[in-house]
């Protein structure tokens, strides 16, 4: 082993078929600490929809689902208490929960109150439910906020409903301004109401769908959304509010990059923040943050098709001085080539080594620097939740996911501002081998590998840092069928470590 590296001895999971027991030699990985990647700003997840009424179930019931989600402390022996997620998104409703039957949202679970009353005054007592898990996250010490609209308020759409007709965007030009003042009037509403103030503010989602039913919703062109986004900079200044606005949260990553399958929809990078004179182009104008968003639905599979798009994404953000890139909504939907369905729920580690897979895609690959999923609290029978409940307005029962520990891999222990390190496996071509990630935390004090395996089998991996630090102790934290984040005992350089097959481990050690 070279002088320039140290080593710590890491028994993980890696996969030979048929052979559940089966050792092989130790995987060689190398972290370059030299050649620092993307710096990580936020791991997040979304309010919507549950959180209406599991914000107003009972408080011992709500407090727990917000320690799972929020809470950053462990107990004496190192369990932690949750998965500490790192920022919040808040679902500002357009109204259709007020317009009941009539919104055409069949299930009151997916409408949403607004602020904004039919007379054009505001009440920022509504959404409750959601104001309480809002300010519930800040207690648990998360620091960023984001607000998102998926469709404009019902008085100002072009149909009066929160979902849009014949792939039309439902709202007309001449309503952009107002649209703006609105967003302004929601930041500092909530802000008044809460003490809080949206760091980002999201106004339109997946602009690519046709959101013809089913939900809140709205398809925007790529100059419909351009125009939205110039009139809610102006509206922000005009109150000097510092909320960045982030776009355009696109409905598949490669719309990003190319036409696509939505002609005036796709190659969001260009259009945004291409030619500074283009007349779609954002990218100097007050308040838009430099961030590209994307969400990662039906990119996923197969593998070599997921590291084939995200390859492409990262080279078309990196040819953008100063652009990021944010992975802004996932959960696991259908169509994922016979790999894994989106029904019906799953409490247990398929989803969970599944969403593992994919968020180190998005990570490592990607370059993403933020990383966020979809509903954090779920009624439904479908892979889209953290923690699920009972689908009972009231109250009910709560049941954590196996999908919750595994992002908590991730969230937990890589903050914002780690950066990430480069990793290489000396043989990449050898079967079986776990995904691996690594993170320098924010003080420079800890080194934080994140192992991704979905195999039977464990084998040796074998860590190399290069680089003027050294490895000291480490400590594992290990979600699988029989553990959540549990804590193993500490490290000490060059000492191996059992896993258990089937899991996601990370590793935190101390530098030197």
């Known amino acids: ?58 408080t011992a019931k709500k407090e727990a689902i917000a320690d799972l989600l929020f809470s950053q402390e462990a107990s004496p022996d190192g369990q932690p208490k949750g998965i500490g997620l790192s920022m919040w998104r808040f679902n500002v409703g357009a109204g259709s929960a007020e317009q009941g039957a009539a919104s055409d949202i069949k299930d009151e679970w997916r409408r949403a109150e607004s602020f904004l009353k039919p007379d054009g005054t505001y009440d920022f ?3 409750a439910g959601q104001r309480w898990f809002l300010e519930a996250a800040r207690r648990r010490g998360v620091r960023q906020f984001l607000a998102f609209l998926n469709s404009p308020p019902v ?18 030009s001449t309503r952009y301004a107002a649209l703006g003042a ?13 003490g809080i103030t949206f760091d980002y503010f999201s106004p339109i989602n997946e602009p690519q769908w046709d959101w013809s039913g089913g939900q809140e919703g709205s398809p925007y062109r790529n100059r419909e959304a351009a125009g939205v986004v110039k009139a809610l900079s102006a509206a922000l200044v005009d ?10 949260e696109a409905g598949k990553l490669n719309h990003l990059y190319e036409w696509a ?3 005036g929809r796709g190659d969001q990078i260009a259009a945004f923040f291409g030619a500074p004179a283009a007349p779609t182009s954002v990218a100097k104008v007050p308040q838009v943050a430099p961030i590209i968003a994307g969400h990662s639905y039906f990119t996923t599979s197969p593998a070599a098709s997921a590291v084939a798009v995200r390859q492409r ?33 799953d409490l247990g580690m398929a989803p969970a080594l599944y969403l593992a897979r994919t968020i180190h895609l998005d990570l ?109 102790t480490g400590r594992t934290y290990v979600t699988s069928a029989t553990a959540d984040l549990q804590p193993g005992l500490a490290l000490a350089a060059g000492r191996p470590l059992v896993v258990g097959p089937r899991s996601v481990v990370t590793l935190v050690s101390e530098l030197r």
């Open 1 to 58: 082993m070279p002088a320039s590296f140290t080593s710590l001895l890491l028994v993980a999971v890696l996969a030979l078929p048929g052979l559940a027991r089966a050792q092989v030699g130790p995987v060689m990985v190398r972290i370059d600490a030299d050649h620092p990647a993307q710096t990580i700003a936020n791991f997040a997840a979304s309010d919507a929809w549950s959180c209406q009424f599991v914000g107003q179930w009972p």
């Open 125 to 127: 007592t509504r959404q």
């Open 155 to 172: 008085g100002l759409t072009r149909n009066g409903k929160a979902h849009a007709d014949h792939d039309q965007t439902n709202l007309d």
């Open 182 to 194: 609105y967003c302004a009037r929601v930041v500092a509403g909530v802000r008044q109401a809460t």
């Open 239 to 248: 109150n000097k509010l510092p909320t960045k606005l982030l776009i355009p």
């Open 261 to 263: 399958d939505k002609p």
């Open 313 to 345: 994404l990262a080279a078309r953000v990196a040819a953008v001085p100063g652009l990021r890139y944010w992975q802004s909504e996932y959960c696991i939907l259908g169509d994922n080539a016979g790999e894994i369905n989106g029904g019906p729920r």
């Open 364 to 472: 490592a690959v990607g370059n993403a620097a933020a990383w966020q999923w979809w509903l954090a609290i779920s009624p439904y029978d479908y892979k889209d939740g953290l923690v699920y409940v009972d689908k009972n307005k009231t109250d009910g029962n709560y049941y954590p996911s196996k999908m919750l520990w595994a992002l908590g891999n991730y969230s937990r222990f890589v903050r914002p501002g780690a950066v990430r390190l480069p990793v290489a496996l000396a043989d990449s071509t050898r079967a079986g081998q776990p995904l691996v990630s690594a993170y320098r935390s924010p003080t420079g004090k800890q080194l934080v590998v994140v192992l991704v395996n979905d195999h039977d089998a464990p084998a040796t991996v074998q860590l190399e840092l290069a680089g003027r630090q050294r490895l000291r």
